[in-house]
């Protein structure tokens, strides 16, 4: 599978946890491009894109959960950020699903950018909170998302 989107530290923020997530997300956007790349047809892409709602669905969740447990203040702000971008990605769904929209390429490059974007723009921001607020930064065993998605 090509790289479309490639894991860095400048994408890690510093909790193993929400990192590993933010890994499964990347893959899941370069499995897009990789089956649109090979022209793997719609079906095949339209289940991926459903993977990738579905699993953002569960990110978002786990992230404003941390939010709330450990008192993070931007949390109103930030779960508004994911409303936003999850009422995106079903409406990217609905329109693809029923012919109005294409999987591009350039609807990939939304994709990469959308994520890239949140990570170093929106959940760095919470890294240092919650890091002070005593989430420990490193796992003591495989991720239960990691396990559960076969990333």
Do not use: C
Not at 135 to 146: D, H, V
């Amino acid at each position: 599978m090509s790289k479309f989107i490639s894991w860095s530290d400048d994408l890690s923020v510093g909790i193993e946890e929400i990192d590993e997530q933010h890994k499964v997300l990347v893959n899941l956007i370069n499995r897009m491009h990789d089956a649109i790349d090979k022209q793997h047809g719609s079906e095949v892409v339209i289940d991926i894109l459903a993977d990738l709602a579905d699993y953002t669905k569960i990110h978002f969740a786990v992230e404003e959960s941390l939010m709330r447990i450990l008192g993070y203040p931007g949390y109103e702000d930030h779960k508004e950020i994911h409303d936003e971008l999850l009422h995106h990605v079903v409406e990217l769904q609905e329109k693809v699903a029923s012919g109005k929209t294409a999987i591009s390429f350039e609807l990939m490059h939304f994709l990469k950018s959308w994520l890239s974007k949140h990570i170093m723009d929106e959940d760095m921001q919470y890294s240092g909170f919650f890091l002070a607020a005593g989430a420990q930064p490193e796992l003591k065993k495989k991720s239960w998302i990691r396990r559960l998605w076969g990333s």
